[in-house]
């Protein structure tokens, strides 16, 4: 399970990695994967992500298609910040 605050994200505005922002994507990220996900399974995911209030917990599914989304829809900065949740849950292992 990764868990991710989609209304408090740090992203990172330079490529060297030493600027960051907090943005809150939660409806973004809801919306263009109900405008753009195909099937259900993004359907769920929107949901779940746009009625979420703080963390979501994702499980491995949902995470990749997160990142499937990420990896055909989003800057690289969003991407980065989407891929260092999952490095961060498995630093905590």
Do not use: R, W
Not at 19 to 32: C, M, S
Not at 33 to 42: K, N, R
Request: with cysteine.
């Amino acid at each position: 399970m990764i868990k991710i605050d989609f209304s408090n994200i740090t992203v990172y505005t330079d490529i060297a990695k030493t600027k960051a922002v907090v943005k809150d994507l939660k409806e973004e990220v809801a919306n263009d994967l109900y405008t753009h996900g195909q099937g259900i399974a993004f359907h769920a995911l929107a949901l779940k992500i746009y009625n979420s209030t703080g963390e979501v917990e994702l499980d491995d599914k949902e995470y990749q298609l997160l990142m499937n989304y990420a990896n055909q829809m989003c800057t690289p900065m969003i991407i980065d910040a989407f891929t260092n949740f999952a490095n961060d849950d498995n630093d905590k292992e």
